[in-house]
């Protein structure tokens, strides 16, 4: 039976450079708290997908130089500023990127020790679909490493009425778009429908109170950049108005100022062996 396309109807946070700068930024934002989770030690080969703008695929790099890593993305805008970021790794041929389906990978089957799949399968419509075909192409024992969105978990104090409209709002519309901002959550069940064994999932988390305010400022200004991200989209859907989105930056700027706010989202790291 022929696959349908994986790709959801509509990409909420758009192509724009702006939207491309944001992606490298925000690898760095999660950096640590992804990588300490992760161990690809043992992998020679590691296929990336919906590998973007590259952000992760640098990361990777530094932290397994020894390996080759082949990118995959459906969209050509974002390969283009993957190639310009990983020119050097393209050139030394540490790297490969290709413009393609997750769902239809050009790879052949049992080809890799590891594969790493961020923030994709929120946007696309057969998220089990992916991860069996990245099943597909790890050998026995390879090693899926798989971030996503969990976006109920987010919480701000004080409380943020405008925010959390927002908030809503942005789910509600990229699930409209049958993409889904709490796959997170259901990555384990979908994990073992596509095949994996030994599954375990990790709950990792920015929280930020008064313990840690420089961070928590920092966390704040990259939460409104993702946030804001969506806004275009938002208001062309006739999802939110200007003054929703004026009302929520001030909010958010207000949080940066009070001295007992906080913030805390979370998300999960699934970790899965192919067999
Ligand atoms: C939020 S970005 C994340 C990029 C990268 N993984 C990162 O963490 O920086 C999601 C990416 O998934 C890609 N994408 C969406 N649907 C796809 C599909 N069916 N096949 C391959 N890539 C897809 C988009 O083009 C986009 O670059």
């Known amino acids: 039976m022929e696959k349908k396309t994986a790709v959801a109807d509509g990409y909420i946070h758009g192509f724009t450079q702006d939207e491309q700068d944001r992606l490298f930024k925000q690898a760095r934002v999660h950096e640590e708290i992804i990588f300490s989770q992760v161990d690809f030690s043992n992998a020679q080969n590691i296929v990336e997908i919906g590998s973007g703008v590259g952000a992760q695929t640098l990361i990777l790099n530094e932290r397994y130089p020894e390996a080759h890593i082949d990118c995959l993305d459906f969209s050509n805008e974002q390969?283009?500023?993957?190639?310009?970021?990983?020119?050097?790794?393209?050139?030394?041929?540490?790297?490969?990127?290709?413009?393609?389906?997750?769902?239809?990978?050009?790879?052949?089957?049992?080809?890799?020790?590891?594969?790493?799949?961020?923030?994709?399968?929120?946007?696309?419509?057969?998220?089990?679909?992916?991860?069996?075909?990245?099943?597909?192409?790890?050998?026995?024992?390879?090693?899926?490493?798989?971030?996503?969105?969990?976006?109920?978990?987010?919480?701000?104090?004080?409380?943020?009425?405008?925010?959390?409209?927002?908030?809503?709002?942005?789910?509600?519309y990229q699930w409209s778009l049958k993409g889904d901002p709490f796959v997170g959550g259901k990555l384990a069940n979908y994990m073992i429908k596509a095949g994996y064994q030994n599954i375990t999932t990790k709950v990792l988390t920015h929280q930020y109170d008064n313990r840690t305010p420089k961070k928590r400022s920092q966390f704040i200004d990259y939460w409104t950049g993702l946030l804001t991200s969506g806004a275009e989209g938002l208001i062309q859907a006739g999802r939110v108005d200007q003054d929703l989105v004026n009302e929520m930056t001030r909010e958010l700027q207000a949080l940066k100022k009070d001295p007992d706010s906080v913030i805390f989202f979370a998300w999960i790291l699934a970790r899965g062996e192919a067999f």
């Open 79 to 172: 390969i283009a500023r993957a190639r310009q970021a990983l020119k050097p790794l393209l050139q030394a041929g540490k790297v490969t990127i290709q413009q393609g389906d997750a769902l239809h990978l050009p790879f052949e089957d049992d080809t890799y020790d590891g594969a790493y799949i961020s923030w994709l399968l929120e946007h696309v419509q057969d998220p089990i679909g992916i991860l069996e075909e990245a099943r597909r192409v790890l050998k026995a024992g390879g090693v899926i490493y798989v971030n996503e969105v969990f976006n109920s978990t987010f919480y701000v104090h004080p409380y943020s009425p405008a925010t959390l409209k927002y908030w809503f709002e942005f789910n509600d």
